[in-house]
């Protein structure tokens, strides 16, 4: 199969052209870099693999068969949305649109990387895929939460009107190697700030909860899901939830840091509950994540470590 992916050159795009590869693909893999690295897919020396530096909100196009297009790109942590709100909107919109054309064109199949954000601060727990979610359009998260909620109703409407074979994967906290230092999101930012003996910044009183999924579990579920013929949207993370203070006394402990924990207000619009319902994923792909989450950790702390050694 000849498969593009768009924000392959992202934490998580990133791992999905490795995986692809290992499973015989050959591999497009499209990014502007605006969040995504050249230093994620240096490793790659496989002439199957080709890297195209480009903005998907342009027209997308490539030379010959398409088999899949998986549609990855977007900025995907506070910090990038809050700091780049317009490029969020439009990677969702004029950038999902542009993908599902190509796959339209190549008569290939499209995979849309939606996100739990779409359930906004779920007043339901855990969040099955029946949920609609609890989204605040005008909020500080909004850019984010709308261009998925969006490119989810465009991926559908390409599937009903012009028949594109597509899939959806609302892809829950995920974790591990090759996610930025200073992303924003949880667990770089726990595992800096142990790693340095620093004061670990707890938003509220740290029981908002979080379930976090290694992002090898993540990826195989991923094409689980790219193989099946589900339309609907299918949700893929680790259903274990912890609350942020126990995560963040788990980082401590693994690291064996003298950091000290201090609380910060809330920012607005923080989730308070986050945890996927995969009844879907485990019924219809036979998926279920595998990785303990003290296990991934370790993996993660041990990549941040020789980050710091650089």
């Not at 998986?70 to 542009?98: N, R």
């Not at 005008?138 to 939460?145: A, E, L, M, Q």
């Not at 980082?251 to 809330?266: A, R």
Request: proline share 6%; glycine share 8%; aromatic share 10%.
């Amino acid at each position: 199969m000849r498969t593009l992916v768009t924000g392959g050159a992202g934490f998580l795009g990133s791992h999905l052209c490795d995986y692809l590869l290992q499973q015989g693909h050959e591999v497009i893999c499209i990014d502007n870099l605006i969040t995504g690295s050249t230093a994620n897919i240096e490793h790659i020396r496989d002439k199957r693999f080709t890297f195209i530096h480009y903005d998907v909100t342009n027209y997308l196009y490539v030379d010959g068969p398409v088999d899949f297009v998986l549609h990855f790109a977007s900025p995907a942590s506070p910090i990038d949305y809050l700091e780049l709100p317009i490029q969020t909107l439009k990677v969702g919109s004029l950038g999902t649109h542009k993908a599902l054309g190509l796959a339209k064109s190549k008569q290939a199949g499209f995979l849309l990387a939606s996100t739990s954000e779409v359930y906004g601060d779920p007043q339901v727990n855990p969040q099955p895929e029946s949920y609609w979610g609890n989204v605040n359009p005008v909020g500080p998260r909004g850019v984010y939460d709308e261009a998925k909620r969006f490119a989810e109703a465009m991926t559908m409407a390409y599937h009903t009107y012009h028949h594109v074979n597509t899939r959806i994967v609302r892809i829950f906290n995920t974790y591990g190697p090759r996610m930025r230092p200073n992303d924003g999101r949880v667990v770089p930012t726990f595992i800096n700030q142990a790693l340095r003996n620093e004061p670990i910044t707890v938003f509220g009183r740290g029981q908002q909860t979080r379930s976090f999924c290694f992002v090898s579990d993540l990826i195989a579920g991923i094409y689980k899901l790219m193989l099946s013929a589900e339309h609907q949207p299918v949700n893929i993370g680790n259903p274990h939830e912890m609350t942020v203070l126990e995560f963040a006394e788990l980082i401590i402990e693994l690291t064996n840091s003298k950091s000290e924990i201090v609380y910060k207000p809330l920012p607005q619009d923080d989730p308070t509950v986050r945890r996927p319902d995969i009844t879907k994923a485990s019924e219809l792909l036979q998926w279920q994540p595998k990785v303990h989450v003290r296990d991934g950790l370790k993996a993660t702390i041990e990549y941040f470590k020789n980050k710091m050694k650089v």
